[in-house]
């Protein structure tokens, strides 16, 4: 194991940071109790039939009862998230006391996370009444974070491409040509997307279809070319066609997933037969890893956080030969703590949104868009979240936009 981590003689690999092995427990934690709520909202509904909690829901309704159960699993979740991230105000320093429960006490921690779940199956369902609302609320701001990094993350690999094109000089232009594929390719997908939509969803009298793809379009395309412009490019010119690509696709998937999500009655040719259980798992698959990555990623972004300069760690010796975990928090911490936990905990009850169709709690009753008991449960369904998708793919274009003409309006602020 020691040569492995080390390498051969002269070679020395970096071992993994104490900042990202923490953090990596905690996707590990989020990533168990995700599996788990997935898991008992689609099967394992026998396993509570006896929990009074569940017998508001009528004979044989197994989506209110994978509902409520979801409702308790996040519930323990965020509030573990909450708890911690209260405790880890105004953490700043790797020599304060309360750094040492973000990084150890494991089992401690465990046992906590354990307990408050198992609590929150004798909280009464009139709690979850006003909880409910609070995760939609919550899963929005979550859909916020996530959408900033996305845009954060365009920008990163332009700029990482581009420095590769500089240090290759003119020795070759492969980084060139994978820039342009990338930039090209991402826009024909759009394009394309948006073509078979039009075909496929846009027909008759789809007219909300037809505004969704169309506009989409427009405001993706009209962004587009204010990127590459002139005036855009003098105050910033980092922005160009990979960005606009990136978020055009995205905006593409939203609308595309929005429409898949309308419920029985619209007009999606889709909506009249349930998902496959293969869907059905991709689809919880990469939304699990998406929380996790934007909950992880969110604790240490500029674009959320700043220049935090305060949160960087101290630099270890590069000739140093280190096994195992390599402490990068000698002195100050590496990421911000409490942001790290109100993140996941906002991840958390975005789960909770997604796995329930983002239904509420009306009168003891769960209300969402599939009342029967025999149809399979998309992973995330229900006008609540046509709109939300709906919503978002703007946001993300208005976010975009920002970034271009921020720099035009605000001339005196350095943006990076």
Not at 98 to 122: E, T
Not at 253 to 274: F, V
Not at 341 to 349: E, I, P, R, S, V
Request: net charge neutral; charged share 10%; hydrophobic share 45%.
């Amino acid at each position: 194991m020691q040569s492995f981590m080390t390498g051969a003689p002269g070679h020395h690999i970096q071992s993994i940071k104490k900042s990202t092995s923490t953090r990596l427990v905690y996707v590990v934690f989020f990533l168990l109790v995700s599996i788990v709520a997935y898991i008992l909202s689609y099967w394992s509904f026998s396993w509570f039939n006896n929990l009074d909690v569940l017998k508001i829901c009528s004979k044989g309704d197994n989506e209110c009862k994978g509902a409520l159960v979801v409702y308790r699993l996040t519930f323990g979740l965020a509030l573990y998230h909450i708890l911690l991230g209260l405790v880890m105000i105004n953490v700043k320093s790797a020599g304060d006391s309360r750094a040492k429960l973000q990084d150890g006490y494991w089992p401690l921690k465990i046992l906590l996370l354990g307990v408050l779940i198992f609590v929150s199956f004798f909280i009464p369902n009139s709690f979850f009444r006003v909880y409910t609302w609070i995760s939609i609320f919550s899963a929005a701001i979550f859909i916020f974070i996530q959408l900033v990094l996305l845009i954060e993350c365009a920008y990163s690999l332009n700029e990482s491409c581009v420095r590769k094109i500089e240090d290759e000089g003119h020795s070759g232009k492969k980084w060139y040509v994978l820039l342009c594929v990338l930039s090209f390719g991402s826009i024909a997908l759009a394009v394309a997307g948006t073509v078979l939509m039009l075909v496929f969803y846009g027909k008759g009298n789809c007219s909300i279809n037809q505004f969704y793809i169309v506009f989409n379009l427009g405001i993706c395309l009209i962004v587009g070319v204010l990127s590459i412009s002139e005036k855009v490019r003098e105050y910033r010119p980092s922005s160009g066609l990979f960005q606009s690509g990136v978020v055009m696709l995205y905006c593409t998937y939203l609308i595309y997933s929005a429409i898949n999500s309308e419920p029985p009655g619209t007009c999606s040719s889709n909506n009249t037969t349930s998902p496959k259980e293969s869907t059905i798992i991709i689809g919880a698959v990469f939304t699990i890893i998406s929380v996790c990555y934007s909950a992880f990623r969110s604790s240490d972004s500029t674009e959320l956080l700043g220049n935090h300069n305060h949160y960087s760690s101290i630099p270890t010796d590069p000739n140093a030969e280190t096994t195992g975990v390599a402490d990068d928090e000698c002195e100050c911490t590496a990421y911000n703590y409490s942001f790290f936990h109100f993140t996941f905990a906002c991840g958390a009850m975005y789960l909770s949104a997604l796995l329930t169709n983002w239904a509420t709690m009306t009168n003891t009753d769960i209300s969402s868009s599939a009342s029967s008991s025999n149809s399979t449960i998309s992973v995330d369904s229900g006008m609540v979240s046509v709109w939300v998708k709906v919503v978002s793919s703007w946001v993300v274009v208005l976010l975009y936009l920002w970034t271009l003409i921020g720099p035009i309006l605000l001339r005196n602020r350095v943006w990076d």
